[in-house]
């Protein structure tokens, strides 16, 4: 556990970040915008994914154990207006968890350094 595991609490711990990475993920793939991206995608799969990927970066107990950010997104031609659209999504889904703006902030900016694995298309 990392030395500032507040976020993680602020999350609600492993609980309220299942809870929010499976509303995100189903809005993700019912959003008009990131929906194709998630055809075919294995969408129980990637919410337990990303549920340990979160609880990681927020300071949680877990060890996010998937592919790498580039690896992930190889191929996907994934754009800045994609990368904008799913932290919209995001923001909805933490909105509706009830999740305080600060925390929302900083949630966000410990993924945001990613858009540089996951945008392939400049
Ligand atoms: C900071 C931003 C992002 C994070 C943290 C993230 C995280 C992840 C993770 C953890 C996985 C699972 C990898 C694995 O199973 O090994 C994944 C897969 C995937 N991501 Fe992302 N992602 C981000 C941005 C995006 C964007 C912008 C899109 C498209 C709009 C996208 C589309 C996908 C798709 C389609 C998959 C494959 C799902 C599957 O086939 O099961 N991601 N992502």
């Not at 929010?20 to 075919?40: E, H, I, Y």
């Not at 294995?42 to 919410?47: G, I, S, T």
């Not at 580039?70 to 923001?91: P, Q, S, W, Y």
Request: glycine share 8%; with cysteine; hydrophobic share 40%.
């Amino acid at each position: 556990q990392s030395a500032d595991a507040s976020l993680y609490q602020h999350l609600g711990e492993k609980p309220g970040i299942e809870r929010l990475m499976n509303d995100f993920v189903t809005r993700l793939a019912a959003d008009a915008r990131t929906g194709p991206f998630f055809a075919k995608a294995n969408l129980p799969h990637l919410k337990e994914q990303l549920t340990d990927q979160v609880c990681q970066v927020s300071g949680g107990p877990c060890e996010y154990g998937g592919a790498d950010m580039k690896t992930a997104h190889a191929d996907m031609d994934i754009r800045k207006g994609d990368f904008n659209a799913l932290v919209e999504v995001l923001e909805q889904a933490m909105d509706a968890q009830g999740i305080a703006f600060a925390d929302q902030r900083q949630l966000l900016a410990r993924l945001a350094p990613m858009h540089r694995d996951v945008i392939t298309v400049r």
